[in-house]
């Protein structure tokens, strides 16, 4: 391990980020997996020499661990993030205030690269508390690392994703109809493992000329989708024939205050508010195009583990 760099992985554990990991690992670094929960991360350590992968307990809250685990890193990515929480206190305190403790904390250790992960959505001007404080964070984080690199995404689509295996188990399940939320918001899902490909693109650029101002990237795929569609596609993929039917929005509203008390909070009336706006790409901001990248279609990827949803399927994620 003489000579590697390091690179420390905030959120490392999670669904994008142990695609991150893997790619930062396959290149030579040595990897700090700094999570909340180390168990989770544990299986990591099989992508790399012995040594190389290290989960780390650092949550983003804690600034004793952020300053121990980014100490000495060559580059640091930054995936964690909260998308629903019981109070703006619980949520600011990980996508505002852990955003702003490893961006100053990066900075003070002397880090080269600084790839923070928000979403598409992020705005000071934002209907929901969840985009807010992703644009709050952003503004942290350039404030205290002015050359970070900022990348947002749509929502993310993969074997292990909450996006289209909740739409499969609403397939399923639901009896009748196909219940759609918002069912004209667009969308512009994108493949787990190009975003991760687009953050190490952005690693390698860097270390070759290290940035000199902050960079501002939206990462979107190839197709843009109403949820209404998104929804139809998932009955073709599992072999579903049901009506949909688009809830009204007050009734959503009344179902998602109930939902949002419930274990897993599959629905939250913040999430609604986050669906009544479009979420795709502003086309005039760097993308994948911009780092030489081809993102895959959802039909290229989905088919294979939305089977599970079809008839005689298991219906359990992998």
Request: aromatic share 6%.
């Amino acid at each position: 391990m003489i000579g590697r760099k390091t690179a420390t992985v905030f959120g490392g554990a999670g669904f994008l980020g142990k695609y991150v990991v893997r790619k930062l690992a396959a290149d030579g670094y040595t990897i700090r997996v700094a999570c909340r929960r180390t168990d989770l991360a544990n299986d990591l350590r099989q992508l790399g020499d012995v040594g190389q992968v290290v989960p780390f307990y650092a949550p983003v809250q804690n600034e004793d661990a952020v300053a121990e685990v980014v100490s000495e890193a060559a580059v640091v990515v930054n995936l964690a993030a909260i998308l629903g929480a019981s109070t703006a206190a619980a949520l600011n305190a990980v996508n505002v205030e852990g955003a702003a403790r490893v961006a100053r904390l990066a900075a003070a250790a002397g880090v080269r690269t600084l790839v923070h992960m928000s979403a598409i959505g992020a705005s000071s001007t934002s209907p929901s508390a969840y985009g807010r404080s992703r644009a709050a964070g952003e503004e942290a984080v350039i404030r205290h690392f002015p050359t970070a690199t900022i990348a947002r995404a749509s929502v993310l689509f993969g074997p292990e994703d909450h996006f289209l295996n909740m739409l499969g188990g609403v397939a399923r399940y639901a009896p009748l109809v196909m219940p759609v939320y918002a069912a004209s918001t667009k969308l512009q899902p994108v493949y787990v493992a190009d975003v991760a490909e687009a953050i190490r693109v952005v690693v390698r650029a860097f270390e070759e000329t290290p940035p000199t101002r902050s960079n501002l990237c939206e990462l979107g795929g190839p197709e843009i989708l109403t949820m209404r569609a998104i929804a139809e596609r998932v009955l073709t993929l599992t072999g579903r024939k049901k009506p949909i039917f688009a809830v009204p929005s007050g009734l959503a509203v009344l179902q998602a205050a109930v939902l949002e008390r419930l274990p897993g909070r599959m629905l939250t009336r913040d999430q609604l508010k986050m669906l009544a706006v479009d979420n795709v790409v502003d086309e005039s901001l760097p993308g994948f195009r911009d780092l030489g990248m081809a993102p895959v279609s959802l039909d290229m990827i989905a088919p294979s583990y939305m089977k599970r949803y079809a008839p005689g399927g298991d219906g359990i994620k992998i």
